[in-house]
């Protein structure tokens, strides 16, 4: 692809949230502004490639695909935090456990949401697993997800109570949205719900930022006042490997700071919209086709 990268200027962003963590404080002083010289047209084939695979009919399998069922802005998003929670193992598996899930909450996910209690969804979900995640976890998960519903109206709103213009990423912001959610939950949801002040690349969080923050052919939106240029790249090992190959980032390991270092790459080649290729390149790697890259 013909990027060079060296290291730049380093920004900070000011912590406004209650998570202690001394590991979440090191992320918030962490680099997120890196000059990259982009050479050999990087732009130009990332954008000839979105042009052809950016569509809905390069989706399926992937589990954005229940969104589009969703007119109703309230249902959709609560369509994407559980589709995207389950985001994980093998496709097949995951499609199938996100299709149980929202089979049980029927056409306005967020009106049973608001009639259902934590009991009622732990018995409707007893039984229920996917790979690691028990029904239980995923009772307590949409239980969380019901009380800040009720307290805020919206996931939006919840995430907008953390969410500043000025800061870099939406770092901050979905600390705050997870810990709202964690905290009205009555018990644990476990990985169904990372907390990015534990150091989690929280791939599938970020996930379910992009396709309600942005809106295009694949991406279906509904957020409205959060800019796409402070998305953080959903890190899974495609983007990962992309991320080294490009010398977007040093590091091997999955976490926060990798995210981070990977998206001001992307920032470099789309500084308004970093995460505008993702849809693309995880679907060139899944379909082994990461050559096209260098046509």
């Known amino acids: 692809m013909g990027i060079a ?10 912590c406004r949230w209650g998570f202690k963590a001394p590991f979440f404080d090191s992320l918030l002083r962490w680099p997120l502004q890196t000059d990259i010289y982009i050479v050999n047209g990087t732009k130009k084939k990332l954008e000839r490639l979105y042009s052809i695979y950016n569509h809905r009919q390069y989706v399926h399998p ?3 695909a229940f969104l589009y069922d969703y007119d109703n802005p309230d249902d959709r998003e609560v369509v994407a935090f559980v589709a995207s929670a389950l985001a994980y193992g093998r496709v097949t598996q995951i499609m199938n456990s996100v299709n149980q899930v929202l089979r049980e909450m029927g056409p306005a996910p967020k009106r049973y ?5 934590w009991d009622t969804l732990r018995t409707t979900f007893h039984g229920f697993r996917h790979r690691f995640a028990t029904g239980d976890q995923v009772a307590a ?3 969380g997800v019901a009380r800040v519903l009720a307290r805020y109206g919206t996931l939006q709103t919840v995430f907008r109570d953390g969410y500043r213009e000025g800061d870099d990423t939406v770092l901050p912001a979905l600390a705050h949205f997870v810990g709202s959610v964690l905290e009205a939950a009555p018990a644990a949801p476990g990985h169904l719900l990372p907390h990015p002040g534990r150091g989690s690349a929280c791939k599938r969080l970020n996930l379910f930022l992009r396709w309600m923050v942005r809106a295009d052919a694949v991406d279906p939106g509904g957020w409205e006042g959060i800019s796409p240029a402070q998305l953080i790249v959903p890190l899974d090992t495609h983007m990962l490997r992309l991320g080294l190959q490009w010398g977007f980032t040093r590091r091997k390991q999955g976490s926060m700071q990798t995210a981070l270092e990977i998206t001001a790459g992307f920032r470099a080649v789309n500084p308004r919209d ?8 995880t679907r060139l790697g899944i379909w082994g086709k990461i050559a096209l890259l260098e046509e």
């Open 141 to 143: 998960m949409l239980t």
């Open 113 to 117: 949401l608001a009639r259902t209690s």
């Open 5 to 14: 990268f060296h290291n730049g200027q380093r920004s900070q962003i000011p």
């Open 62 to 64: 992937d589990p954005i």
């Open 274 to 281: 970093p995460v505008r290729y993702d849809f693309i390149l």
